[in-house]
C-alpha cells in the first residue's frame, strides 16, 4: 500500500510563495512518476504537475507554467512543489501522487493532501 506524508501548505497573500513536500513509500518510487493534485472547494480533483521517475521530464497545468515548479529528491521517493507568484484561485486542497507515467490519466494514488490558501 502506498503512503504519502504531505507538507508545506498554508497561508500566504497573493504574490507570496510556498514551497510543498511530499514522501512517499510503499512502491519503487524510482520506477513511478510522482505529481501534484488540487481540489477546490466546489470543484473537481485536477492536475497540477507531474515529473518522471528519473525527473528529467515534467508536464504542468497551463494555469500553472511559469510559476510552479516540480522536483523529485535524489532519493526517489520525495517530491516536491515550489509555487511562485500565488494567485487565489491557486487556493485548494494540494495532494501528492504517484503513477506508471507523467501523463495525468495514470496517476492511481493519492495522498491525504495539503491545504493551501492564498489571500487577496
Known amino acids: 500500500q502506498v503512503q504519502f506524508l504531505e507538507s508545506g501548505g498554508g497561508s500566504v497573500q497573493a504574490g507570496g510563495s510556498l514551497r510543498l513536500s511530499c514522501a512517499a513509500s510503499?512502491?519503487?518510487?524510482?520506477?513511478?512518476?510522482m505529481g501534484w493534485f488540487r481540489q477546490a472547494p466546489g470543484k473537481e480533483r485536477e492536475f497540477v504537475a507531474s515529473?518522471?521517475?528519473?525527473?528529467?521530464?515534467?508536464a504542468y497545468d497551463d494555469s500553472v507554467k511559469g510559476r510552479f515548479t516540480i522536483s523529485r529528491g535524489a532519493a526517489k521517493n520525495m517530491v516536491y512543489l515550489q509555487m511562485n507568484r500565488l494567485k487565489p484561485e491557486d487556493t485548494a486542497v494540494y495532494y501528492c501522487a504517484t503513477g506508471a507515467t507523467i501523463a495525468r490519466g495514470s496517476f492511481d494514488s493519492w495522498g491525504q493532501g495539503t491545504q493551501v490558501t492564498v489571500s487577496s
Open positions: 515529473i518522471n521517475y528519473s525527473g528529467v521530464n515534467t
Open positions: 510503499g512502491r519503487t518510487f524510482s520506477s513511478y512518476a
